[in-house]
């Protein structure tokens, strides 16, 4: 009555009774919620999942290392939105064919095509500025995110599958039968009349392992800056081989893939930054070091006190 539709419904209902005929087989709604003229796409829906679940976990780490707790969410506030754009930005720039005889579709990002090495670079300078200017580390700050950030990727590729993109070539119903897939992800990936690999999958199950990765090391403790470049290897070193099976690719030129370049680029360009940290003395301070407190004015000392809790002169 009030205009309100529910498609979330119908992809649990096909979640558990899926379509299994090939002649019946058709893609899952990209829409997840429709209130009269509000469209929630399921694409938007899971990205901001992810920024979500990533959140919480950055704030409860920081506390834990003594940063404020509000810290990441001030910092949100600008990340966000501008990774967004860096990300949409990005893609546009390498598929500007695409947008071409209308432009004003580039802002139309609930179709898709937001370009995870774009957010990636807008996220960096953001943080390096919003760093400098609260007068933190930055490279404390990334390390605490590391984990965060590949949690959030891995739960937003979910949103390509939603928009049956981000795929690969194409595969037999059997091949991905043989991998013990539910059939919903098996339906979503008939494309065009042919079934793909599900690449989105591949990169996701990567990410996740890599957040457990990460999790860990956060008990090694690490030199600080290297949780940060041991992420953007990881994810780099996954991203290259995931996207040589990709068939949506952005490129360079008419043959060199965008996101293998960058990969390529982001492992040799980490593997140096850490050597050349490390021979600066840039990298002594560890991750579980605890950061110090602006103004002097450190837990049980007071200004022009002794953190000992010696005792104080007489006023005379």
Not at 295 to 309: A, D, F, M, V, Y
């Amino acid at each position: 009555m009030l205009g309100w539709e529910f498609p979330i419904l119908d992809f649990l209902k096909r979640g558990v009774c899926p379509l299994i005929t090939i002649g019946t087989i058709q893609p899952l709604n990209p829409v997840a919620l429709e209130l009269g003229p509000i469209t929630v796409y399921w694409y938007g829906l899971l990205i901001g999942l992810g920024a979500f679940l990533g959140y919480v976990l950055a704030t409860r780490e920081a506390t834990k290392r003594g940063l404020p707790k509000e810290l990441f969410a001030d910092l949100l506030l600008y990340a966000l939105p501008l990774a967004v754009i860096g990300a949409r930005l990005y893609y546009v720039i390498f598929r500007w064919e695409q947008f071409a005889d209308n432009p004003a579709r580039a802002f139309a990002i609930w179709e898709g095509g937001l370009a995870i090495h774009g957010a990636l670079i807008a996220s960096v300078l953001t943080a390096l500025i919003f760093a400098k200017k609260r007068g933190y580390s930055f490279w404390k700050i990334a390390d605490i995110a590391a984990p965060s950030i590949l949690l959030g990727q891995a739960v937003g590729r979910w949103g390509n599958f939603m928009n049956q993109e981000v795929y690969g070539g194409e595969v037999s119903r059997s091949f991905l039968e043989n991998m013990m897939l539910p059939e919903f992800i098996i339906n979503q990936m008939y494309i065009n009349g042919a079934y793909h690999h599900p690449t989105f999958l591949y990169e996701s199950i990567w990410n996740l392992i890599g957040v457990a990765i990460l999790l860990y090391l956060r008990r090694v403790n690490m030199r600080r800056g290297e949780m940060f470049i041991t992420y953007a290897i990881w994810y780099s070193v996954g991203r290259f081989f995931i996207e040589g099976i990709r068939t949506d690719y952005l490129l360079i030129g008419d043959f060199l893939r965008t996101a293998q370049v960058v990969s390529i680029l982001t492992v040799v360009g980490g593997i140096i930054l850490i050597i050349y940290r490390r021979k600066k003395g840039m990298a002594d301070a560890r991750y579980l070091d605890e950061e110090p407190v602006k103004g002097n004015n450190k837990p049980g000392n007071k200004k022009g006190g002794s953190k000992s809790g010696g005792k104080k002169k007489k006023k005379k």
